[in-house]
């Protein structure tokens, strides 16, 4: 998807949350990059769905086993790659709320928990302490 076509994404709902999908997708994207590389994750579900190898896609409610592991999987890859996952949950209970905490326990990413009216606020928070970082690590 070109930057261009942005505005003209919908939100409806196709399959479920393909965490796996996406963590791949940018893990490629990233893949070769300088600099801080990091995958921003905003989400208000489990990872519901993933692709098997024949392009079908699986998905359930509750997450399989097999989803979760799937994506904590591509999560692993990740972070072998030097790349960063912090996470926004939205309005997170119970097992989603669990699956963040171990997916940023993995990857050594930050968990966010807020809600969709505060999520502006939180992502702004971060980029300014995230910048304020690494100002301090490069002039000392």
């Known amino acids: 998807m070109s930057p261009r076509d942005l505005p003209d994404v919908s939100w409806d709902f196709v399959y479920g949350t393909n965490l796996v999908h996406a963590l791949s997708l940018s893990r490629r994207m990233l893949s070769g990059q300088a600099g801080n590389r990091q995958i921003i994750v905003v989400t208000d579900g489990e990872p519901t769905a993933h692709i098997?190898?024949?392009?079908?896609v699986?998905?359930?409610y509750p997450p399989l086993a097999e989803t979760i592991e799937r994506t904590l999987a591509e999560v692993v890859?990740?972070?072998?790659?030097?790349?960063?996952?912090?996470?926004?949950?939205?309005?997170?209970?119970?097992?989603?709320?669990?699956?963040?905490?171990?997916m940023c326990r993995i990857n050594r990413g930050r968990a966010f928990f807020t809600d969709a009216a505060n999520l502006g606020s939180y992502l702004l928070v971060d980029f300014v302490e995230s910048r304020s970082t690494r100002r301090r690590a490069w002039s000392a």
């Open 52 to 56: 098997e190898p024949s392009g079908e």
């Open 58 to 60: 699986v998905f359930h």
């Open 77 to 102: 890859r990740c972070t072998r790659a030097g790349i960063r996952i912090n996470a926004f949950a939205l309005d997170a209970e119970g097992h989603l709320r669990e699956f963040v905490e171990k």
